[in-house]
Each structure stands twice: as C-alpha cells, then as structure tokens.
C-alpha cells in the first residue's frame, strides 16, 4: 500500500477520520455535561432526604449471630454522612462508566470511519486513476485509447472528456506530422540525388575549365551538407514517433561494426578509434540503435584534434559511452549540444554538419526507454553516456 501521505486517496482518508473523531468528541463531551447535569448532586439530595425523614432515623438491622437486636436511633448528622457518600459512590461510577463506554464506542466508530473513508475516496477517485493510467499508456503510437468516462456530468467526468478531447487533437497532429515526413522523404531526397548526379556529370567532362570544376565542387559540398540535413530530420522524426517492434540487439557488436566503417575517416583525422566491450543485448531497433552508435563516434572523429582518440565503451550500466579528446568544452554549454541545429563550430572548421547529431542520439535512446547524458572532459573533449534498459 503507498505511504497515506503521499496520495490523495490517503489524506482524504485521514480528513474523514479526522473530522470524525472531532465530531464524536465533541458529541461525547456534550453527553458527559448533560448526563452529569441530570444526575443529582450527592450533598443537596442527602439533605433533601435527611430532612424529610425527621432528626432521627430508626435502625433495627439484626446482628450477626444473634437474635433480633432492638431497634436503635441513627443521628440525622450520620445518616446524611451515609446517604451522601452512598450518592457520591453511586455518581462517580455512573460518570467513570459513561466515559469508558463513550470512547470505546468513539474508538470502534473511528475506525470504522477510517475504513469506510478509505473505500469510499477510492471510488470517488477511480476516474483519477483512470485519467493518470491512460496518460501512463499513451504514447506516439498509442494515441488511440481513451478513457471513455461513464457517469453523471460532474467536474470528474468534465476533466475526463477534456482529456479525450486533447487526445483526439493530439492523434490528428501527429498524423499530419506523420503524412509530412512520408512526403518529405521522396519530395526533398529526389531533387538533391538528381542535383548531386548533374553535377558529378559536369565535373566528369573533360572540357570542364578550373571554374566550373571549383565551383562543381562547391555545390558537392553544399549538396552533401542538404541531404545529411534531411537524413538527420527523417530520423529524428522517425525515433520521434517511437518503436512499432523489438528484437534483441547485441549493442556491442554494433559498436565494433561502427569502429570498423569509420576507420578510414578516422585515419584521415589521425584519430584513434577503440572499443572496449562486453556482451550487452538489448531490446530496440537494431537500424536506430545502429544510427545512435554512428553518430556518437562521427561526433567524436569530427570534434577531434590530430593524434587525437576515441574510446567506445559497452557496458551494463550506463549502456554506451564514447570519449574524446579534443578542444576544450564549456559545461555550461553542453545540454545545448542536444537542441536541433545546435553544435559548438569553435572546435572544427568543419561546417557540413547540420547540429543534428546529439539531438538524433537523445531522441533514439528516447524512443528506447533511455537516456543520455554528456559531460565535459577535464582536459578537454566529452564524454557521452547512454543508458538503455536490457
């Protein structure tokens, strides 16, 4: 059970309990007053009495062991001393009875109360666990369930349906963002593959003079620099959307699969690329998983210096961690490294990367129930820490 204190099914419990036992208090207090007001007070009655009976009373109680005695007179000072200590008794065990069966009986209602309270603020808050279920279940796609809410129109009920409502915008939204990216992959890929083929056609000529072929090459680059841009945005609005399956992916042979592609870009950097792994299987998308490995180790070639290196390490937890060394960072300025179109040029001249690289990292281990974390090298370079769920 969840400690009261933190749910509001347990603080509303202990308000109901509260007020209960506030109420019975105050109820057993009224009860001891009015009793004790009805019950005559010892002296006054013992007087009242006395008196009435004269200045002397007969007594002609037997003996033990003995005939009949003969009848003696009781002064009227000692009958009144009897009489009241006989009412005083009478009174004090009257009141200490009222009052022990009073709070027991507060006591066994209170608990009742307590018990009741409990039930009944579950059932009044059973559409706030279904609302925070829901939410719980929801994701990009997912956004089909609702919670459908049964039962008079009162705020409850209101909340729910608003709730619904933003469901149903929230699904339109992302099947027009999903309609968008099925577009933009065939409507922006095309024109810049028929772009790059024109231009590597020019180039090819023979009479192609020193200024076509410079400025061939300039429109390469800025070709090559567009369609890494739209490779990044399509990834990182497919991870976006999250997972439709998982299989089990070994994270460390795709790490040395990565080290081995990138060996010859890193030979031209003059950095060294290393991996240290252990066997480490995760569940996921064995092609986004591959993209975050690649991205991780592009970063840390690109935003090298020379003789520089690159450590690839798998592990349990964190899953994956790259370090490199390199230019030295500021660490306030590192979460922004994970914005879209974000990136620290001070540390390359290399301009053709978009800044989409971390951002599509976060994203995957996202979209893999995980997280990712960056931190600045002591002398320079960062360390990035990837943690995914087994």
Do not use: C
């Not at 959307?241 to 950097?269: F, H, M, W, Y």
């Not at 290393?274 to 991780?296: K, S």
Request: glycine share 8%; aromatic share 4%; no cysteine.
């Amino acid at each position: 059970m969840k400690d009261l204190k933190l749910t509001l099914r347990g603080r509303l419990t202990i308000v109901y309990g509260g007020l209960f036992l506030l109420i019975g208090a105050v109820l057993l207090i009224v009860n001891y007053v009015l009793v004790s007001g009805s019950l005559p007070e010892a002296g006054t009655y013992a007087r009242t009495a006395t008196a009435a009976l004269g200045p002397a009373i007969s007594s002609n109680g037997p003996a033990v062991g003995t005939p009949m005695a003969p009848a003696r007179t009781v002064p009227a000072s000692e009958a009144l001393q009897l009489v009241s200590g006989s009412l005083s008794d009478y009174r004090s065990s009257t009141l200490s009875q009222l009052i022990l069966t009073s709070v027991l009986a507060l006591v066994i209602a209170a608990a009742l109360a307590v018990a009741l309270g409990w039930v009944v603020s579950g059932k009044a808050l059973h559409p706030i666990h279904a609302i925070t279920s829901t939410a719980r279940r929801l994701g990009a796609r997912s956004l089909d369930r609702r919670i459908n809410l049964d039962g008079p129109s009162d705020e409850l009920k209101e909340l729910a349906d608003t709730f619904d409502g933003m469901l149903d915008r929230l699904a339109v939204s992302f099947d027009s963002q999903k309609r968008f990216v099925a577009n933009a992959s065939h409507e922006l890929r095309t024109p810049l593959a028929v772009q790059r083929t024109l231009i590597e056609v020019a180039l090819a000529d023979p009479e192609a003079g020193p200024e076509v072929r410079k400025l061939g090459q300039q429109l390469l680059y800025t070709n090559e620099r567009s369609e890494r841009m739209i490779e990044g945005l399509l990834v990182l609005a497919r991870s976006d959307r999250g997972l439709t399956s998982r299989t089990p992916v070994r994270l460390d042979e795709i790490a040395e699969q990565v080290a081995r592609s990138v060996r010859a870009r890193a030979a031209e950097k003059q950095v060294t690329v290393r991996v240290n792994a252990v066997p480490r299987t995760v569940a996921g998308d064995p092609v986004l998983l591959e993209r975050l490995v690649t991205n991780l180790v592009d970063n840390a070639i690109t935003y090298n210096h020379e003789n520089g290196s690159v450590l690839v390490e798998v592990g349990t937890d964190p899953a994956l961690v790259v370090r490199n060394t390199g230019a030295q960072v500021d660490p306030n300025a590192v979460p922004q490294l994970f914005e879209p179109f974000r990136r620290l040029t001070e540390r390359t001249g290399d301009s053709r990367n978009a800044g989409l690289g971390l951002s599509i990292v976060r994203s995957v281990a996202q979209a893999h129930g995980g997280t990712v974390h960056a931190e600045a090298g002591a002398h320079g370079g960062l360390a990035v820490a990837v943690r995914l769920p087994g």
